[in-house]
């Protein structure tokens, strides 16, 4: 155990201070030494030294540490009193006099500047960006989409409205968000089966109540959010199935194959899931604009757009889909589950299986999502700049 006594802690004040006082004192026995000597030593010469001590006291400045204490009990009331700052208490009259010394300032970005309130601001297609103006052509499109019944992409003329079809069915399945009440409504789901209801999962349900979701991320909650309200809604959500409402009132149902969860590392995720009526098996990925760049296919916007949002103070977000064939997909099942069972460096083989898939990827879209700023915000960091400190944002605007 360390049983060393803790240091005596002072502020930094108190020690030039006290330094400033050693030297003052210093100072009067070298005066008093000199004028001794200058007078010349006799059998009294300590009298005189005494007096000359006396004499030069005022030097040291007695009376500024009892201002400085009076100084420092002003300025905690003035501090524990501001109406700007309610419910602060002062445990400390070192406290205001350090405040005066901040040179730098370091600060996370997340939940401090911001409110860690996610708003869904921009969707960009590369040829076509659509703002929060604009969402219901958005909803348009993806409803003039399904009503067509437009779900195979090799055998349609990619149009604007299939891309914007497609872009929002990638957010709605790429993500780690669970709506509320799966539980209750898988049990509502048997007992709508065991009744020989051929559609379950909407039986009964409010098709205009809003979904609540839960995720890690705030991120991904303003996402499947978004895409609820251009009528594509997430409605159930375990390990092994998805499923979405579409504008139509009808359930798309997805089999979850593979998940590939995000890590600060690799700075994207992925999901490879099967469409229970076609078929089709789509690798989705979302993630950071400098690892996407390159995965996905060439395109000439890409990092201008992701630069114009961040300009914006948007957090970006690229997402690509690829195609996989049956075989396709067996084959990397068949090496990813290998690697999952290695004794030695299993996270590496696992990767180096994952890496094959991803690359000539389908860039579908950029998103741009806002983080709210904390009240004042803006003109508090205006006021420090204007005081000479220096402030430091750790994390970056770009990133998930």
């Avoid at 708003?119 to 969402?135: A, I, N, P, Q």
């Avoid at 705030?218 to 499923?243: I, K, S």
Wanted: charged content about 25%; aromatic content about 8%; proline content about 3%.
């Amino acid at each position: 155990m360390n049983t060393s006594h803790p240091p005596n802690k002072m502020g930094h004040t108190d020690v030039e201070v006290n330094n400033l006082t050693k030297l003052l004192f210093l100072l009067t026995l070298c005066l008093s030494t000199a004028l001794v000597l200058l007078k010349g030593v006799t059998a009294f010469w300590y009298i005189y030294f005494m007096r000359f001590i006396v004499l030069f006291s005022n030097i040291i400045p007695i009376n500024l540490r009892v201002n400085l204490d009076l100084s420092k009990i002003w300025y905690s009331i003035c501090i524990h009193k501001d109406d700007n700052i309610p419910d602060t208490v002062v445990r400390n009259t070192t406290i205001p006099e350090e405040l005066g010394r901040i040179c730098y300032l370091l600060s996370d970005k997340t939940g401090t500047l911001t409110q860690n309130e996610m708003v869904f601001k921009k969707l960009h297609l590369g040829t076509v960006s659509f703002g929060t103006e604009s969402f219901s052509e958005v909803k348009d499109h993806v409803a003039s989409e399904y009503s067509n019944g437009s779900r195979h992409g090799s055998k349609v003329r990619k149009t604007l409205a299939f891309r914007v079809k497609e872009s929002v069915r990638a957010l709605a399945i790429c993500h780690n968000v669970t709506p509320s009440g799966c539980d209750e409504e898988e049990e509502k789901e048997e007992g709508e089966k065991e009744e020989g209801i051929d559609n379950p999962g909407l039986a009964g349900y409010d098709m205009s109540e809003k979904m609540q979701y839960q995720a890690a991320s705030p991120d991904e909650v303003a996402l499947v959010e978004w895409t609820e309200e251009v009528n594509l809604t997430l409605v159930y959500r375990d390990r092994q199935v998805m499923r979405l409402r579409t504008p139509a009132g009808k359930l798309e149902q997805f089999q979850i194959l593979t998940m590939f969860p995000f890590t600060s590392e690799s700075k994207r995720m992925g999901i490879i899931v099967k469409d229970v009526d076609t078929g089709e098996i789509t690798f989705v990925m979302k993630g950071a604009d400098v690892v996407m760049a390159n995965i996905v296919q060439y395109n000439d916007w890409l990092e201008e757009e992701c630069d114009n949002m961040a300009r914006e103070g948007l957090r970006t977000l690229v997402v690509a889909k690829k195609q996989l064939s049956q075989e396709q997909y067996d084959d990397f099942e068949k090496r990813y589950s290998e690697a999952k069972l290695a004794i030695h460096e299993r996270a590496r083989q696992m990767r180096n299986v994952q890496l094959t898939l991803e690359g000539d990827m389908e860039l579908l879209c950029v998103t741009g999502v806002e983080d709210k700023l904390q009240p004042d915000v803006r003109t508090t960091l205006e006021l420090l700049a204007n005081a000479g400190i220096k402030v430091i944002l750790k994390g970056s605007v770009g990133g998930q």
